[in-house]
């Protein structure tokens, strides 16, 4: 049973950082493609950032280029979204999703929710003084 579970979420200061963990247990992580998504109150879904499985290749979205970094250890089956320079705009819930893909993953792949099969609980993030 695919399990997806994530920590590391809580209250930072502007320009604070966090390190949200996406713990996956039930498969292999090797064999998936990860992605973390966050919905902010009254908003939609949206794609942060991915990572391929297969490649390594990664996709941000444009509001947390140069400030989030995902990585992902298959020894650990646990892939990392490093969040810095935070800003009261990244305030949302982040939720991490995976799929079972071999191939090469596309942008128009990531930032589809309904392409994901697996999906985590969430981690509140809320930036604020």
């Known amino acids: 049973q695919v399990q997806l579970v994530e920590s590391g979420g809580g209250l930072v200061q502007p320009g604070g950082s966090l390190r949200l963990s996406c713990a996956a247990s039930?498969?292999?992580?090797?064999?998936?493609?990860i992605g973390w998504f966050r919905q902010a109150p009254g908003k939609e879904r949206e794609a942060v950032s991915c990572?391929?499985?297969?490649?390594?290749?990664?996709y941000y979205t444009d509001s947390v280029k140069g400030r989030f970094a995902i990585s992902r250890d298959n020894t650990r089956n646990t892939v990392y979204l490093q969040m810095i320079s935070l800003k009261p705009e990244d305030t949302a819930v982040y939720s991490c999703?995976?799929?079972?893909?071999?191939?090469?993953?596309?942008?128009?792949?990531?930032?589809?929710?309904?392409?994901?099969?697996?999906w985590g609980q969430g981690t509140q993030v809320t930036v604020s003084s």
């Open positions: 990572i391929s499985n297969s490649d390594g290749s990664t």
């Open positions: 999703a995976a799929i079972n893909f071999r191939g090469r993953m596309t942008q128009a792949m990531c930032v589809l929710g309904s392409w994901w099969t697996d």
């Open positions: 039930g498969f292999t992580l090797g064999d998936y493609v």
